[in-house]
Structure formats: structure tokens, C-alpha cells
């Protein structure tokens, strides 16, 4: 099977959430793309400088490469300590995750952040991206939550997608109704 987005190399790559066959390249572009168009959406660059802190996560270690690789001349990405960060690298997983738990606690919705350059990344998209460009990272652990989701999305792969994005739309209807008042 060809890939789907060149039609010229052989297709080596299929998430069981996206019905898209990638070849290597193209998946990487597509992910990079995204990072992009988050940073975009957020307006980062046009205020201020992007400042992340390095971590061994993997959401953390390919984020700082995809932006490296496209930043790294105009002296828009500063490494900085965790507390000083201008921007979040959260997973669909993570922030499906998160979501749930505080939903379940009966707390108020955290998630998903703000200025997250990872938002409708999936964790499995940043693991063969890590994969293919041979970073090395930590494990993801998100707890007994992810978990037990993890199983569920044997049988049913956009649990993690679904959850990611009810949590976001009633984050957008609370921010709405508290505009409101
Ligand atoms: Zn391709």
C-alpha cells in the first residue's frame, strides 16, 4: 500500500485512531505541522518568545526538537525552569486523562491547558516520531486512570480523542458562561 499523502513511498506507518497509512516522511511533516499550527493558534510567536523547559518526557523531548528544527535561528525558543514555561506539551492521552480524573473527583474541568503546543497530539504519534528520529525519552506513566483507558482503547481506539474532546468542549461552554456573568 502506497502512503496516502505522497502516493509515491511505500506506506509504513498506521495509528489504530486514524484511518491514514503515512510513510515515514510524510507522518513526520504531518506531525510537525501540527506543533505549528498550534503555535499559530496560540499567537505565540508574535508576542513573545516561546520558553519551555527540558524534560525526559517524551512530549517534551519531541516538542523541543520540532521546535529546534524550526526555530532555532530566529532565537524564538528559550530553555527555561519548569516554573518559568509560557506554553504546555500535553498528549490527547494526558489531557483525555486529567480531564476524567477531576471529572470523577468532582472538581473543576483542568483540562485541556492553555497554550498547549501539543493539543490533538497523540502520545503514540509522539512515541514513533521519537522513534524515527532516535531521541530517547522516559516511559509515559499517567497513572491507574490512563490505565485502565488504555485497555478500553484495545476495543474502542478514540477513547482517548473523545474524552479529549468533551473535556474541551465544556471547558469552552464554562469559559463562556463565566464571560457571561
Ligand atoms: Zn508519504
Known amino acids: 500500500m502506497k502512503c496516502e499523502f ?21 507522518f513526520q511533516t504531518f506531525l510537525e505541522k501540527k506543533v505549528l499550527k ?7 510567536l508574535k508576542q513573545s518568545h516561546i520558553k519551555i523547559s527540558e524534560e ?21 525558543i528559550e530553555l ?17 486523562t486529567e480531564f476524567l480524573e477531576s471529572f470523577l473527583k468532582g472538581s473543576e474541568t483542568v483540562s485541556p491547558p492553555e497554550n498547549n503546543l501539543l493539543d490533538g497530539v497523540s502520545i ?18 499517567f ?7 488504555k485497555k478500553i482503547s484495545l476495543n474502542n481506539p478514540s477513547i482517548f480523542f ?13 469559559e463562556k458562561e463565566a464571560n457571561n456573568r
Not at 513511498?9 to 486514524?18: E, T
Not at 512530549?59 to 528544527?69: A, C, F, Q, S
Open 80 to 96: 527555561v525552569p519548569k516554573e518559568k514555561e509560557n506554553v504546555n506539551a500535553k498528549s490527547v492521552e494526558e489531557c483525555a
Open 162 to 174: 473523545s474524552i479529549f474532546q468533551s473535556g474541551k468542549k465544556i471547558k469552552e461552554k464554562l
Open 56 to 76: 525526559d518526557k517524551v512530549e517534551k523531548k519531541v516538542l523541543i526538537h520540532i521546535l529546534l528544527k524550526y526555530f532555532s535561528k530566529s532565537n524564538k
Open 124 to 141: 503514540y504519534e509522539l512515541i514513533k516520531y521519537a522513534e524515527l528520529e532516535k531521541i530517547t525519552f522516559n516511559k509515559p506513566n
Open 143 to 149: 497513572g491507574k486512570i490512563y490505565t485502565m483507558l
Open 38 to 44: 498550534n503555535i499559530r493558534k496560540n499567537k505565540l
Open 6 to 26: 505522497c502516493r509515491k513511498r511505500d506506506a509504513s506507518i498506521k495509528f489504530p485512531f486514524n484511518p491514514v497509512h503515512f510513510c515515514d516522511q510524510c
